[in-house]
């Protein structure tokens, strides 16, 4: 799940689905949307849900490709 970040201008925050601050909006994502998603300027993933421990090492893999 995506969500707008409300502490900063322009930027993101990509939540489990479970995640308790994902509720009350955003838009699901499947795991390819949720890691462009990441890729994108302004965007983390949360670090009190399994997003930031699912798919920072995701990114971490890709470096040096395309």
């Not at 601050?21 to 993933?45: F, I, S, V, Y």
Request: aromatic residues 2%.
């Amino acid at each position: 799940m995506v969500r707008q970040d409300a502490e900063r201008r322009g930027g993101a925050v990509v939540h489990d689905a479970a995640c308790r601050n994902a509720a009350g909006g955003g838009r699901e994502l499947g795991a390819m949307e949720a890691l462009d998603a990441l890729m994108r300027p302004g965007a983390k993933a949360c670090h009190e849900c399994a997003a930031a421990e699912v798919l920072a090492p995701a990114l971490q893999l890709g470096q040096g490709y395309g």
